[in-house]
């Protein structure tokens, strides 16, 4: 309780005229006096003195890389929907996880752990059953969203002592990873990238045209399953920064929007990563100061960038033809 209420503390701190000044309560420094002084450089000043900002940024920037390579793959192939399927049942495993720590005193278990099993396992029912079963794929992919939330749902209220907060799994909690989980996401960053980079010519070629990657001798089963098993370790990454519902908005409005000044897949990744970079450093930065969150924010931010690009594409064209 103690390193919780100094972390709630620490969390609240505010510079003012470069000194700390620590409130009782985010409420109570969220006033007209303070809202005058919402400054950027303020986060900065933060940022070099507390621990937790450095790990959430580094957060932040790690997510960033996988997403912006596997968004790439996920937008280009149109599976956006199978990635929502993948993040929501990720809560089953989060679930699964917390519980087996707290009920049977594993206490080395953690729920990234169980994130990463459940995100893996529903990619290979998805991609084997839709294939082979000849199933819908559609079908296929709503019975696993909701049987994830539902088991998710039910292991977070049996955990004993309820110390599992669902909020956080939902909407994220960048700000509460720890240097220890960051060791975890680093090397679940360094797998999705290291075999996306790796078999980039074979995943190309089964985005853009699977018939002609038959052709040419390539497993296009086996590297479509790749691909959903990449797709679920990068959903895990994303939910510690914007949470389970959100992640489609990350993992594909950097795309959408680098999509429109790339030409090919490779300038559309560099592109993605730079910009998801951007977008999760500035949501973190922009939320600091009034103590929003930073997921939220961050999702705001790109959805607001990829609509005045949408608009900004065709505002030339609409000019064009007003004049004609």
């Not at 100094?6 to 005229?17: I, N, P, S």
């Not at 920037?61 to 149109?78: H, N, Q």
């Not at 922009?286 to 961050?298: C, H, M, Q, R, V």
Request: aromatic residues 8%; positive net charge.
């Amino acid at each position: 309780m103690d390193d919780a209420r100094g972390f709630q503390r620490y969390k609240c701190a505010r510079y003012e005229c470069g000194e700390p000044v620590f409130s009782r309560s985010c409420e109570t420094e969220a006033g007209p006096r303070c809202a005058s002084r919402i400054h950027v450089s303020e986060f900065i000043h933060a940022l070099r003195a507390q621990e937790f900002l450095q790990v959430a940024l580094l957060t932040g920037l790690l997510a960033s890389v996988a997403c912006g390579v596997v968004g790439s793959y996920v937008v280009v192939r149109r599976i956006t929907y199978l990635a929502g399927g993948i993040a929501h049942c990720v809560l089953g495993g989060l679930g699964a996880a917390q519980y087996v720590a707290v009920a049977w005193g594993w206490s080395w278990v953690h729920p990234l752990h169980g994130a990463t099993v459940a995100a893996l396992l529903a990619a290979v029912i998805i991609g084997v059953v839709s294939r082979r079963a000849r199933q819908r794929e559609d079908t296929v992919i709503g019975a696993v969203w909701a049987i994830g939330m539902a088991l998710g749902v039910l292991f977070i209220a049996c955990t004993p002592g309820r110390q599992v907060d669902p909020m956080s799994y939902l909407f994220g909690s960048i700000l509460m990873v720890t240097p220890n989980e960051l060791w975890l996401l680093v090397a679940l960053d360094v797998v999705v990238v290291g075999v996306g980079l790796l078999f980039y010519h074979q995943l190309l070629a089964v985005c853009f045209d699977e018939e002609f990657a038959w052709l040419r001798g390539i497993r296009v089963e086996a590297y479509y399953i790749l691909l959903l098993c990449l797709t679920a370790l990068t959903v895990v990454l994303l939910v510690s920064v914007v949470g389970i519902v959100m992640v489609i908005a990350l993992l594909t409005l950097p795309v959408a929007v680098a999509g429109h000044f790339c030409k090919t897949l490779w300038q559309l990744m560099v592109g993605s990563v730079l910009l998801s970079m951007v977008l999760t450093t500035a949501g973190l930065a922009l939320s600091y100061t009034p103590n929003l969150p930073a997921g939220a924010t961050t999702i705001l931010l790109a959805g607001a960038l990829y609509v005045l690009v949408v608009i900004g594409s065709r505002l030339p064209a609409a000019l064009r033809r007003t004049r004609a």
